[in-house]
């Protein structure tokens, strides 16, 4: 079975700008959780969405969103970047989503903002 | 508001039992601790995950006392390989809270 897909690995873009990063689950997950991590804050839980809604949010400003297709892939917007988004986004599924958070983490996509 | 707490780090040799032990205040009684590796340049990979006492598989126990404000994770014999970041996640509310990672050194 495949795991965790994210596309792209690596991006650079210029403060200002927006991005969006997209996560492919594994087959037969409705749960997709994005993290970001950072050297200085660790691994910060941004948002999960489960059957095509955010079902948990974490304590990140609106300029971060994603959504949930029915396909259960998702993808995460960050507009307005600043530097201090530079990071690792992780893209996390499970099977259900409850509790028992399970999850299989994807190789991440490493984002830099200069 | 949860926060956890974790060893920045920890030495060990091969062979050796090592403890790992998070503390985690504001857990609700239903929520699930789990634990995550890390290697360089990957995501984090499952480990474990209990909800109170003790929890085996075959690669590592986890230990939740009654009161669950803390969590050990026990990996038995240690090898080179298991040289990594180690997570500990609870939830709190509507947000995952993932622990600041302890880094495990294991030598020969």
């Known amino acids: 079975k495949a795991g965790v897909t994210q596309t792209p690995r690596y991006l650079i873009k210029t403060r200002g700008q927006q991005v969006t990063l997209s996560c492919s689950p594994i087959?037969?997950?409705?749960?997709v959780s994005w993290y970001q991590q950072t050297p200085g804050q660790g691994l910060q839980f941004l948002f999960e969405?489960?059957?095509?809604?955010?079902?948990n949010k974490g304590n990140f400003p609106g300029r971060f969103s994603g959504r949930q297709f029915s396909n259960s892939r998702s993808e995460m917007n960050v507009s307005t970047l600043e530097l201090g988004d530079s990071a690792l986004y992780l893209c996390?599924?499970?099977?259900?989503?409850?509790?028992?958070?399970?999850?299989?983490f994807g190789p991440g996509t490493r984002l830099t903002v200069t | 508001l949860a926060k956890t707490t974790q060893p920045i780090s920890m030495d060990s040799y091969e062979g050796q039992e090592v403890n790992i032990t998070c503390s985690h205040n504001?857990?609700?009684?239903?929520?699930?601790i789990t634990w995550y590796q890390q290697f360089p340049s990957q995501g984090p990979r499952f480990i474990i995950q209990?909800?109170?006492t003790k929890v085996t598989n075959e690669v590592a126990s986890l230990f939740i006392p009654a009161d669950r404000k803390s969590s050990t994770l026990s990996l038995p014999r240690v090898s080179l390989s298991d040289t990594a970041v180690y997570y500990c996640?609870?939830?709190?509310?509507?947000?995952?809270?993932f622990g600041k990672g302890t880094t495990l050194s294991v030598s020969s």
């Open positions: 996390a599924s499970s099977l259900v989503g409850e509790t028992a958070y399970e999850q299989y």
């Open positions: 969405y489960f059957s095509e809604t955010q079902r």
């Open positions: 996640l609870v939830q709190a509310g509507t947000a995952l809270i």
């Open positions: 087959s037969g997950h409705r749960s």
């Open positions: 504001n857990i609700a009684t239903n929520d699930y």
């Open positions: 209990g909800y109170k």
